[in-house]
């Protein structure tokens, strides 16, 4: 234990990267904190997430896959016994009560409900939203007590934000330096959007998603770069396979089209090991194979339901049209400046730099750069939810690449000067952020 707990391992980047990351929890549990003064009982999306996922863990068929549920019940009670298609709060079925019949979680009856799967998410989402639930006590998930108790569906997500965060400031150290990883931890820690998808404030809960394809992409270099070792390949990255089939399950699991992650994985095992592509191949479909298992197992393992959403799974819906309008790209440009307001002067200047200075163009720049421009193509051509969540998981590459240029400026002759303007836009960015917070209205 004494060789574990090292200055290396446990020193001063780590705590006051920790400190950063505990004042990115703080704002995300503020954030939660003032949408839950508004209400009682969870609303919309969230309520379908709960109801959901509390009927599949109570053993009353598999979350969306189907639901019955008309966008009138949406905005209803939790668990409202009029709910067609999801477990009433006494663990009944109400389509069992009606006299329907249920056939491997697929509810048949009903009149006049409409049967459909969820074809842009596994049951992960519903069981990870309704999972906390089950320690709170049936008798008291009432709207009188929840001010406590709707806490719990956005803890899982929480931590998804803390942990996708420690994952950029480790990699971005590991690129960059201490410099580097600290910039990337900052423009992460204070970006209006990560907190907002980790709050879970008004939005779906594609922080899951960004959290898989962000482990996917690094935990596939990371392995790659172990092939150079002279150990039995296979049995010798047992764990980094099985962290990268968990990564992929995550990814895809959380949302349907992020299945372009794993030929994403595929490349970069091929291009960072080319002494050793059958090893590298061989690994990748060990890790799908892992992957597939998991994603699996949100079905409970049930193989006609799994079939079923397999089959009305939208793995790709792109259309191209985007393309054509102008207008497009001032939605995306916005969108980005508003997800991380540094980014406006910061990535202009990491793009100017990168291509007209030969020494930022390396593969810790580069490999963010690309997959972050796939992800942004992605989210234009995925007009409906898909494409926010392709836009949110592009900022975690694009917070790689820009501490990764400033952390090359930051190295020149003129490093005082540009120490100086990066902490002055950090320092500015952070303030913005939080004085933006604080003036977020309750509900």
């Not at 990267?17 to 939660?32: D, I, N, R």
């Not at 091929?270 to 050793?276: D, E, F, G, I, K």
């Not at 969540?389 to 592009?394: M, Y």
Request: glycine share 12%; net charge positive; hydrophobic share 50%.
């Amino acid at each position: 234990m004494t060789g574990y707990f090292t200055r290396e391992r446990f020193g001063r980047p780590q705590f006051l990267a920790g400190m950063l990351l505990a004042c990115f929890l703080a704002q995300t549990v503020w954030l939660v904190r003032m949408e839950l003064r508004g209400g009682s009982e969870p609303e919309g999306p969230e309520a379908l997430r709960i109801r959901e996922g509390w009927k599949q863990w109570t053993g009353h068929g598999v979350a969306g896959a189907p639901f019955l549920e008309s966008e009138a019940s949406v905005d209803g009670a939790i668990f409202d016994h009029a709910t067609p298609g999801v477990a009433t709060r006494d663990g009944r079925n109400p389509d069992e009560a009606r006299g329907g019949e249920t056939s491997g979680g697929v509810t048949q009856g009903g009149r006049g409900s409409l049967e459909r799967f969820d074809s842009e998410h596994s049951p992960l989402l519903y069981l990870t939203t309704a999972a906390p639930l089950l320690v709170w006590p049936e008798r008291r998930l009432d709207g009188d007590s929840g001010g406590y108790w709707r806490w719990l569906p956005r803890l899982p997500f929480l931590a998804c934000g803390v942990f996708l965060g420690a994952s950029l400031w480790y990699v971005a150290r590991r690129l960059c330096g201490n410099a580097g990883g600290f910039v990337a931890l900052a423009l992460y820690c204070f970006s209006p959007a990560m907190i907002q998808a980790s709050a879970v404030w008004h939005t779906e809960p594609e922080i899951a998603a960004a959290w898989g394809a962000f482990g996917a992409v690094f935990t596939a270099i990371a392995v790659a770069h172990t092939l150079y070792a002279p150990r039995e390949v296979v049995l010798w990255n047992w764990r980094r396979i099985v962290l990268l089939g968990t990564s992929l399950a995550i990814a895809v699991g959380a949302q349907f089209s992020m299945i372009v992650v794993m030929p994403v994985a595929l490349g970069f095992l091929l291009y960072v090991a080319p002494v050793r592509r059958r090893a590298a191949v061989v690994i990748w479909m060990a890790a799908c194979a892992v992957g597939f298992v998991l994603l699996f197992a949100a079905y409970f393992f049930r193989p006609h339901v799994f079939g079923g959403s397999m089959r009305a799974a939208d793995f790709w819906g792109a259309t191209w049209r985007a393309f054509v309008l102008p207008g497009v790209y001032r939605q995306v440009a916005a969108e980005i400046g508003g997800a991380c307001p540094a980014l406006v002067w910061a990535l202009p200047v990491a793009v100017v730099c990168y291509c007209v200075w030969g020494r930022t163009r390396y593969f810790g720049n580069t490999a963010p750069l690309l997959v972050a421009t796939l992800f942004l193509v992605l989210g234009m051509a995925h007009p409906h939810s898909g494409g926010a969540g392709f836009l949110l998981a592009a900022l975690p590459f694009l917070f790689l690449f820009v501490s990764g240029v400033l952390a090359d400026l930051m190295e020149t002759r003129q490093r005082l000067l540009v120490t100086a303007c990066v902490l002055g836009m950090l320092t500015a960015y952070a303030v913005f952020c939080l004085v933006s917070l604080a003036r977020v209205p309750s509900g």
